[in-house]
């Protein structure tokens, strides 16, 4: 009898935190490592959230609590969805889970049957495709390539649909890319939805507050509300208010599939952190002003990343609308070999032979979908990514 299950052997673990892991291993070795693979903000939480986590304590909400949420944090999603994005939801439409990733999570357990489809742009956040295996259903994956900025055309979405469709997973800014569609390019893609009523559709807005420049943020409800009774608008506090360790994502969308959710997140991790949930309330109930100043603080990260890369041999470097990524193309070194002597015949190739030569920990392309590149995340000092730059340059500097 097999120990594991079958389902196990679907899917893989994660190689982001693989990259953390072994970045990690080479620093406690005593090797000078930068790592660029993690991907949260690298601010701290800021005080009036944490104090209203402290109060929270203090006062004795530490019990268990409704299964997909405290009524307070679900008014304040409630306000949320209104101030930001023009959306009207009521409580009996949110659900709270422990991250973002377990909101994900519950809407495709809840839904997917074997053989259903779930369409996913790449690059893709590295966990879509196994969460979806997880689930029993099947990936499709369209490739959204460099040359298109990293985003899917409204013929791309139509072809990839087919009676199988259940979802389409949408996430804009990107994570790996940090490209964000505009209003006008995800007009045509829900155009191409009101089409096909049977497909699902689930908007991972977890970057929504990290954008730059005139970018406007979008969500699809928000562009064609005939898409509302059919869309799971799912966002969380870890990015914007730099709450990773925290735990708190969360949904709006129709009360069938909140319900459904429920039902398996009640089976499963019981409620969210209470403590934390208070803290989400402070997060989105409070202050937004320092929001800015983080976003300011990124796009010039973002500006020193985009601006180096792009001056090292063989790489090209689009720039980014949000989050804290890029995502540059190594299409020039594919067949060189390293300083050290190592064949760079893929992206796992070179983030390695980088990793191992410079000391400079970045995460492969072919973790996201799209091949041949590699995910700088910027959420770190700008002395750390101005050293890494340096040697990112001269390590392709010596690729021949
Ligand atoms: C696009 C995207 N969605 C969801 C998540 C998950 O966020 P959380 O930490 O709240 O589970 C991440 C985290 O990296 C992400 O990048």
Known sequence: MDMLSATLGRVKPSPTIAVTTKAAEL?????DVIGLGAGEPDFDTPDHIKDAAKAA????????????????LKQAICAKFKRDNGLDYTPKQVSVGTGGKQILYNALMATLNPGDEVIIPAPYWVSYPDMVL??????????????QGFKMTPKQLN??????????????????TGAGYTREELKALTDVLVHHPHVLIMTDDMYEHLRFGDFEFTTPAQVEPELYDRTLTCNGVSKAYSMTGWRIGYAAGPEWLIGAMRKIQSQSTSNPCSISQWAAVEAL?????????????FERRRDLVVSELNQCKGITC????????????????IG?????????????????????????AVVFGAAFGLS?????????????????????????????
């Open 27 to 31: 620093k406690a070795e005593g090797r």
């Open 57 to 72: 304590i203090d006062a004795g909400k530490t019990k268990y609590t409704a299964p997909d949420g405290i009524p307070e």
């Open 134 to 147: 997880l689930g029993g259903g099947e990936p499709v994956v369209v490739e959204c390539g460099i040359e």
């Open 159 to 176: 072809d990839a649909i087919t009676p199988k469709t259940k979802w389409l997973i949408f996430n804009s800014p990107s994570n790996p």
């Open 285 to 297: 109930n409070g202050p937004q002003e320092f929001l800015q100043d983080w976003c300011r603080s």
């Open 318 to 333: 689009p720039t980014p609308d949000g989050a804290f990524y890029v995502y540059p193309s190594i299409a020039e070194l």
């Open 336 to 360: 060189m070999v390293s300083p050290a002597g190592t064949a760079i015949d893929s992206d796992e190739a070179f983030a390695t032979a980088l990793l191992e030569e410079e000391g400079v």
């Open 372 to 400: 041949p590149a590699f995910r700088v995340s910027y959420a770190t000092s700008e002395a750390a990514l101005t050293e890494a730059m340096t040697r990112i340059k001269r390590f392709c500097a010596g690729c021949s």
